[in-house]
């Protein structure tokens, strides 16, 4: 079944840019992001409907969003390239102007 899930997903990610989504459990979009383009979560976030938003990336610059909601359904939002971790800075952490 995971092999399946693989191949629809690899199908079906080229397509995700023109809208397309594609949804199945969080662990396997985990575990074929992994060991398929070495991404990993480097982010993640509370959404105010209660779904969760992850970022994973890789050190080759792929990256994946994923939002699993509530009910525990997790779908691919968007993929990408040239992936770029920023320096964050906030007002409270240095001299401010």
Known sequence: ????????????????????????????????LSSQHREKPIAMGLAVNGSVLEVLASKDGTWTILITSPNGTSCVVAVGDNWEALKVTYASDGPQA
């Open 1 to 32: 079944m995971l092999g399946a899930a693989l191949a629809v997903l690899l199908f079906v990610l080229p397509s995700l840019a023109h809208g397309a989504t594609v949804c199945s459990s969080r662990d396997n979009f985990i575990n074929e």
